[in-house]
């Protein structure tokens, strides 16, 4: 078990609930084993995701492998006064440049960058406008 060194977003901790997860990503994540972690918007939008389908199989299924997530460790970063601070200026810059940008992304780009993870995710285009984010798509 490593340093946290990596935020997933949840196109990557969904992935492993998939019927065949995409061997790139199950690589990457069984190589940096315990140097990753999410963040308190990515974990609400997994729970948010699961309950809102009906009562079902996939449902249960998904239900247990958060609970096997949470059971096996996997650490759920919060959105504190450091990130809001900073996600308030960032955003500030942006608005004056034009830009806008999905609230949650803000909030994940924020706790990344303000404890200087690299944020993985599938969607780097989401999130290339914040300054000092470093990306990556284990996808690829």
């Known amino acids: 078990m490593g340093k946290i060194s ?3 977003d949840s196109n990557i ?5 998939r019927a065949k997860p995409d061997e790139k990503v199950l690589q990457q994540l069984v190589g940096h084993d ?7 918007i990515v974990w609400h939008e997994l729970v948010y995701g699961c309950e809102l389908l009906a ?8 239900q247990s492998y958060l609970a096997m997530l949470l059971a096996n460790g996997l650490t759920i970063l919060p959105f504190d006064q450091l990130a809001a601070s900073w996600y308030g200026k960032e ?3 942006l608005q004056r440049q ?5 609230y949650a992304d803000g909030e994940i780009a924020a706790i990344a960058v303000t404890r200087q993870l690299t ?7 989401d999130f290339e406008h914040f300054q000092n984010l ?6 690829e």
């Open 6 to 8: 990596y935020l997933l």
């Open 13 to 17: 901790l969904s992935e492993l609930a």
């Open 34 to 40: 315990g140097e990753y972690a999410t963040a308190a």
């Open 55 to 62: 009562a079902s199989k996939r449902k249960k299924q998904l």
């Open 91 to 93: 955003r500030a810059r």
């Open 98 to 102: 034009g830009k806008t940008c999905a």
């Open 119 to 125: 944020l993985v995710t599938r969607n780097t285009q």
């Open 134 to 139: 470093a990306l990556q798509n284990w996808f």
